[in-house]
């Protein structure tokens, strides 16, 4: 039997006038969307209209909330207090929450975006800050989380259904983390180099990090960001190749 895998994308990043990424193609090939939820990007409009895409799409909905900066993208660290944060994942659950239930759907699994999450990843306390929030929302959202991070150890804390996932487009460091952005190779762009670097993790069973090491962790899920410009490519040359390896499926059906 084909194990089960599940590809995501963090969509509905548009705001107002100005667009980003390509959701509708992408909802063609993921099987699990996280949506901003208006503070990093994403407006009323945006967030109704991609929501009942990814419903008519059959991909399961993920909450995608951050620090509240729209100028930044959300990729700006921000200092606040770890009760704040609670309130921001909140806020943005509900947000995000209203469109869903409107459309006759629901969330399935919260995603921090950008800085959030990178700080969280590295933070014990506002990893746990992040999934206490989750939990207090719905102790069934399954909280998509970085393989070998602390906020993966928060969601195992707090009693959450935890995916543990892999970043196709971005290299990792050896304490694996994410390498930050302004380095040279932290991103990856060609859809084959993409496919190449998640072949890797998938046969080693690990993060794979710049130096050579593996570092062993399950895989749940692998992460295409939706606005690069190679995004729809990368993700078709990946939803092409992991079908002949595995069952690709919504996050909730990889724990039902």
Known sequence: MKPRLN????????????????????????????????????DPLVMRATVAAAREAGVSLGAHPSYPDLQGFGRRALKCSNEEVEAFILYQLGALDAFARAAGTRLTHVKPHGALSNQACRDPDLAQAI???????????????????????????E??????????????????????????????????QCLA??????????????????????????????????AVATAAVLKSRLAEIASLAPLPSLFA
């Open 7 to 42: 590809l995501n994308a963090d969509l509905g990043e548009s705001f107002g006038a100005w667009r980003m990424g390509d959701d509708a193609a992408m909802l063609n090939l993921v099987q699990s969307a996280n949506i901003a939820c208006g503070f990093h990007a994403g």
């Open 131 to 157: 999934a206490r929030a989750a939990r207090a929302y719905d102790a069934k959202l399954i909280l998509l989380a970085p393989a070998l991070s602390a906020l993966a150890a928060a969601g195992a804390r």
């Open 159 to 192: 009693n959450l259904v935890t995916a543990l996932e892999i970043y196709a487009d971005r290299a990792y460091e050896d304490d694996g983390q994410l390498t930050p952005r302004a380095q040279p190779g932290a991103v990856l762009h060609e859809a084959e």
């Open 197 to 230: 670097h998640v072949e890797a993790m998938l046969a080693a069973g690990g993060l794979r990090t710049r130096s050579g090491q593996t570092l062993p962790t399950p895989i749940h899920s692998i992460c295409v960001h939706g606005d690069g410009p190679q």
